[in-house]
């Protein structure tokens, strides 16, 4: 016959999925022979059993139940409502997974008119007996019956009123009492029945209620959220009492093997005298610190780190520990392993590898890839922090803490840093004209655009914190006011940015530097050893490689060549070439910006080494790089000696109704093949110095993007070829390069295997590939993404990570497609996606060589990357 109840000594950890988390460890820790009051698990599978027969307890599992509780009654030597000696039992749920939203645990369950005189002669504290009854039928009455809590408020409020009582301590026993009977009339009004005197009665309703909160909506929208199957279930745990509250040899607290904030490896935690459980939580009275506990009750003390030593050792990770001291007597309630920062968890799984208790690769699985960030970046002093006032929040666009004076646009920015000020860049959104501040700036907050918005990308990209999609601030650019609710925050007024949460705090709050600390190299190293996927960096300057490379990038995967023609001396010329009325004075215009490209590639290449670099050729749509305002086309009219008239209509006929589908990618080297030419003799220059000047030897990747068919490519790859032939010709030299594409269009993954004809590289551009797949705006959708992620319709936002069921669909199968025409084709992925951990174990799963992100996140992909070969257990 199946079971469904489980004593605590017929259990054990790996038994999770059918006792939950909390009941597989109390088993645990009873079968190890720590002391833990004697209880039974009702199963994950009673749960399920539960709602499979429409929300009713079988027959059998009932007399199961009532089986272990008699076997409860048998080991702790009381009895349910025996008046004498009564049986007191805790009800507590416990999934597989931690769930906040689930039922609250009741506690004191078996409580009865009768039964508490037993409880207040066996505490010798009539007022605590009758104060415990009386939470008791609260907490069931609210938790089981559903009964608004409000009106036992009511009830109680109305009673210390009437007793001149301003505190809850003041009430006596007499008015307990009558608190109790006001409470039962209740019950009995909103029920029509009375509040259950006999405990198996309370027992089965409070095992039923664990169930139902099961399906209840918080519990159903976190599920939601966290990717958890309904049909997993929830477990009852069913457990003698124990009382922390029996004076002054009693106590009750939570602690730690070791410091969750640092890793240090001393017990860590709090503890109160004379309380029971959650009143540490609840935080009424101050707790101790657990090293006081050597001080008041020595023995336990020393009991109780041995206990903490003896889990540790045996779960081979960090405790997260609940206990009660009954009479001078330790009780273990609960043990998990303990939720840490990065600092920590670095820290502690550097130093388990050395103790000896786990091996690299288990290190390595112990740490949270998103959560290493934080070391990466500057982060706010917690002092400073914890007086500082939040004004509001945005999107966490890219981490790291920032402080300095508002500054409304890149020019007064700058102008301030260049003073030696600090500031944070405020715009409603930014564009690239604002790069110059944006690099001056120590953070940027912007009110509009989302995650892969141009502030966040770029932001990210070089590693700097900001805040974007702020919609509760409103930006004037031209009053220089930033307005949040009431308050008006004008140029150089101070405020903090945390890029991590996406907080926007008033005044300054100090910051502390980035300490990659020895223990975090190590974890690095170790990764590297594991790791079969390899990492690049998405670079479009010395400075972001270089630091990429400090970080440990392996190449480039995506150098965007538009960066560089946005930079203040090219754009005129760039301008010019958009103006050009014959090719002749088109190509003259490139001739300018020639030399420029090629020193922006010879400082990349050096930057790199010996490494792999990806240039892409150009890609944004032309209207981009000139102005929209009359005033600013005026100035630049003015500038590039260019009719005012002949520039307004040049802006039109560019004028495109959806850019990111119009004139851009390959298509502007299909139309313009002069910019191609120009791009690809700049790209192989650069190398051709390097080897004549340093000897380098560079295999330039040339990457052309936005494809969807083969004879596209060919068209353009047959450009590049032939500029790069006529170079070598010149030069008298030969050497080794790639030309390649982006997979970004559907149709490209689609006829992947026609395009791996030409292609010598596949490189994933997912951000144009998901915006193209789903046929949702990267730049317009940050809100209803919001709102899909709330309802549960998108579990997680497509373009932080990949949309493996749809998006992923397509790269696998451009991977298999591409891999069958060139058995040994370069694959890799260059979108934002390329730095989340969960799609560098999908890229390792279909076989890619490489990753490409941006440099803050190249550390993350080295960890992801380890974590998914040892996942995988090929190596
Ligand atoms: P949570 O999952 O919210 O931590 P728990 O089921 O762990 O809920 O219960 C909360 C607290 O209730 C525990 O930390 C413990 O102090 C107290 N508690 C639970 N069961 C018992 C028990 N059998 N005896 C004494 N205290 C208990
Ligand atoms: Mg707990
Ligand atoms: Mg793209």
Redesign the pocket.
């Known amino acids: 016959m199946e079971k469904f109840v489980y004593s605590f000594n017929e259990g054990s950890k790996d038994m999770r999925s059918l006792l939950g988390g909390?009941g597989a460890n109390l088993a645990e820790m009873t079968k190890i022979g720590l002391p833990v009051?004697f209880?039974f698990t009702v199963t994950t599978e009673a749960c399920n059993k539960y709602y499979d027969e429409n929300c009713t307890i079988a027959d059998s599992i009932v007399a199961e139940i009532y089986e272990k509780l008699a076997e409860l009654e048998n080991v702790t030597g009381k009895k349910f409502g025996d008046v004498s000696n009564p049986l007191l039992?805790?009800v507590?749920?416990?999934a597989a997974f931690?769930m906040p939203g689930m039922m609250?645990?009741i506690?004191n369950l078996g409580l009865n008119d009768n039964t508490v005189e037993g409880l207040a002669k066996l505490t010798e504290n009539e007022r605590f007996a009758y104060d415990s009854y009386r939470r008791f039928i609260q907490m069931f009455g609210d938790v089981v019956m559903e009964i608004s809590k409000s009106k036992f408020d009511a009830i109680f409020d109305a009673c210390k009123e009437k007793n001149g009582c301003k505190y809850d301590v003041e009430l006596t026993t007499e008015n307990l009492k009558e608190i109790i009977v006001g409470y039962k009339k209740l019950v009995k009004e909103e029920m029509g029945r009375d509040f259950p005197q006999e405990p198996k009665d309370q027992l089965m309703e409070a095992v039923k209620a664990v169930f139902r909160s099961w399906n209840n909506e918080r519990a159903i929208l976190y599920r939601q959220l966290n990717d958890i199957p309904g049909s997993l279930g929830t477990a009852v745990?069913v457990?003698?009492?124990?009382?922390?509250n029996m004076g002054n040899t009693s106590g009750?607290g939570?602690a730690f093997t070791r410091n969750p904030a640092n890793g240090e490896n001393k017990v860590f935690g709090e503890f109160l005298v004379n309380a029971?459980?959650?009143d540490?939580?609840a935080g009424i009275r101050t707790p101790q610190p657990i090293a006081e506990m050597a001080s008041a009750f020595p023995e336990v003390y020393t009991k109780f780190t041995e206990i903490a030593e003896i889990l540790e050792k045996h779960y081979t990770d960090m405790q997260d520990m609940?206990f009660?001291v009954e009479r001078g007597k330790l009780?273990m309630?609960?043990t998990r392993n303990g939720k840490r920062t990065a600092a920590a968890a670095v820290k502690i799984a550097v130093d388990m590898v050395e103790e000896g208790l786990i091996d690299k690769k288990t290190a390595i699985t112990r740490i949270e890839p998103a959560q290493i960030d934080q070391l990466l970046h500057p982060t706010f002093e917690s002092e400073s922090l914890s007086k500082a006032a939040k004004i509001a929040k945005g999107l966490p666009a890219s981490p790291g803490a920032a402080c300095g004076m508002i500054y409304f646009n890149a020019s007064d920015a700058e102008k301030a840093v260049a003073e030696g000020k600090k500031a944070v860049l405020v715009r409603q959104e930014t564009s690239p004209e604002d790069l110059a501040g944006m690099v001056a700036a120590e953070g940027i907050l912007t009110a509009r655009g989302g995650m892969t918005s141009h502030a966040a990308v770029v932001a990210r990209g070089m590693g700097k914190c900001c805040v974007a999609g702020c919609a509760e601030i409103s930006v004037s650019e031209e009053n220089k006011t930033l307005v949040v609710g009431d308050k008006t925050y004008k140029e150089g007024d101070y405020i903090s940015l945390d890029g991590t949460t996406g907080t926007v705090y008033e005044g300054q709050i100090k910051t502390v530097a980035p300490e990659l600390s020895g223990d975090f190299g190590t974890i690095m190293k170790w990764a590297d050893e594991i790791r079969t996927l390899k990492v690049r960096t998405n670079a479009d300057n010395p400075r972001d490689a270089k630091q990429a490379v400090l970080f440990g990038a392996e190449g480039i995967g995506l150098c965007r060549t538009e960066h560089m023609f946005f930079e203040e001396e090219r754009i005129p010329a760039v301008r010019r070439m958009i103006m050009a009325d014959s090719e002749a004075e088109r190509r003259e215009a490139l001739a300018a910006l020639l030399p420029y490209q090629k020193s922006d590639f010879k400082g990349i290449y050096e930057a790199m080494g010996d490494r792999p670099v990806t240039i892409r050729l150009l890609d944004p749509p032309l209207h981009e790089f000139i102005p929209h305002t009359d005033e600013e086309m005026k100035v630049l009219a003015k500038q590039i000696n260019v009719p005012f008239e002949k520039l307004q209509a040049k802006g039109a006929e560019l004028h495109e109704f959806n850019p990111m589908l119009g004139h851009r990618g390959c298509r502007l080297a299909v139309t313009y093949p002069e910019i191609a030419e120009m791009q690809a003799e700049a790209i192989i220059r650069a190398a051709i110095e390097l080897k004549k000047e340093k000897n380098m030897d560079i295999v330039p990747e040339i990457m052309i993007p936005l494809v969807g068919s083969k004879k596209e490519l060919a068209f353009v790859k047959k450009v590049v070829v032939e500029t790069i032939e006529k170079c070598f010709e010149k030069e008298g030299i030969k050497f080794d390069y790639l030309v390649g594409t982006m997979i970004e269009v559907p149709r490209a993954a689609l006829t992947a295997d026609e395009i791996a004809e030409e292609a010598e590289f596949f490189s994933f551009g997912t951000n144009d590939l998901t915006q193209m797949t789903l046929g949702f705006s990267r730049d317009d959708t940050g809100k209803i993404i919001k709102e899909y992620k709330r309802l549960g319709i998108f579990e997680e936002d497509p373009f932080q990570s990949l949309d493996q069921v749809g998006v992923g669909k397509l790269v696998k199968m451009a991977v298999e497609l591409g891999k069958a025409t060139r058995p040994n084709i370069k694959l890799g992925i260059c979108g934002e996606h390329g730095g989340d951990p969960k799609t560098i174990e999908f890229c390792h799963r279909v076989g890619l060589n490489y990753v490409s992100c941006s440099p803050f996140r190249v550390p993350i992909a080295r960890l992801a990357a380890a974590q998914a070969a040892i996942k995988d257990g090929k190596n």
């Open positions: 909390k009051p209880g039992v805790s507590r749920s416990g931690s609250d645990t506690l745990n457990q003698s009492m124990v009382f922390g009750t939570v029971q459980g959650e540490v939580v609940e009660t009780f309630l609960q």
